[in-house]
Each structure stands twice: as C-alpha cells, then as structure tokens.
C-alpha cells in the first residue's frame, strides 16, 4: 500500500510553534522548573501528606488537570498512580539530555540537544499509537504540563518559563507527531 504525503502540521496543537527555537536561557529555565518540582519546593506538595514524592505527586496532578481538560482521555488510562510514575521518569530522562544540565562525560553544561532523544520521542510517538492515542490528545496533553506548573509553582513558573516549556513541547510536537502520523497510517487507524 503506498501512503501520501500528509502534512502533519494540520496535527499540531493551534498554541505550539510550528519551527521551535529554544535559546540556552530557555533551556535553563525548563531545568530550574523542574528542579523545583523535584525538591518538592512548591506549597501544593508541601501542604499534602499522602505523597511522599514530590515528582510522583506532580504526576498525579498533571493527570488530575488532564481529565479536567478533556475528560475523555480518561478511558485511555488505567492506573494514574502507575501512569504518573511512568510520565515523571520519561520527563526526567528526557530532560537529562536537554542543554541545560550537566554531562558528567564532559564534565560541563550540556550545550546541546543529545541526538539519542530524537529516536526516543520518536518510539514513543509510535507506542501510544498502539494505545489509541490520536495526534488531537497532543493539544490537551501539552495544556496538562503547562498548567500543572503554573498551579505547582504558582508566580515562579513565570511568562518566560512559560514561553519556554510551550517552545519545548513545539519541539517534542515537531518530533513526536511525525512519527505519530505515520504510524498510525501504517496501522490504518485514525490518525
């Protein structure tokens, strides 16, 4: 079966960049975010006594804020306890080969995107294709991560760190949908 060209950029949340640029600064601020998620430096973490983890009880949130977005994702979800940890290990391992943190081989700031996430993303894309996800759940997904730090870190999760995790999730939108479209014509699914 020969497929056409699709453009995948019909696919593409309407609130992402569509050629994403991310300056070292901006790399800077996505790791400093995330530092204060996993040192639990945030008032809704500290305020709660059921979640030891303060990454786990970010991941919780986000799925909470996710279904409030669109609640018929829900269905696609079994375990939010166990999704939650899955989703906190994929955002720490992705963000471990993001400029902005330190190499231990080269013993200095990462300066560059590590090419090994390029085929990760792309895996991925192609996984929840099997999972039923559709190119459309990008839009909400991205909208769950964005205001899960805005409600976690309140007035530091400012418009500049904002601006840079909406670049970033361009970027993993520019990877990850691709190999999403094209998986799912594969599969002849709906996209």
């Known amino acids: 079966m020969s497929m056409s060209p699709i453009d995948t950029e019909q696919y593409y949340p309407s609130y992402v960049n569509t050629n994403p640029s991310l300056s070292t600064e901006q790399f800077r601020s996505i790791q400093a975010s995330w530092k204060m998620i996993q040192a639990g430096d945030y008032d809704l973490f500290k305020e709660q006594t059921l979640v030891s983890d303060p990454i786990g009880f970010w991941g919780l949130q986000f799925y909470d ?92 999760f400012n418009e500049q760190a904002k601006a840079a995790w909406v670049e970033l999730w361009s970027l993993i939108c520019s990877v990850m949908i691709p190999a999403h479209v094209k998986q799912a014509q594969q599969m002849e699914v709906e996209i």
């Open 65 to 156: 804020i996710l279904f409030e977005i669109e609640p018929a994702l829900k269905p696609l979800f079994k375990n939010k306890f166990q999704q939650g940890k899955m989703l906190t290990e994929m955002v720490d391992a992705a963000l471990s080969l993001l400029p902005g943190t330190f190499d231990a081989m080269l013993g200095e700031e990462r300066l560059e995107i590590d090419p090994q996430l390029i085929p990760i993303l792309q895996d991925l894309a192609e996984r929840h294709v099997h999972y039923q996800t559709k190119a459309k759940h990008y839009s909400p997904v991205g909208l769950a991560i964005i205001t899960t730090f805005e409600r976690m870190l309140g007035n530091r």
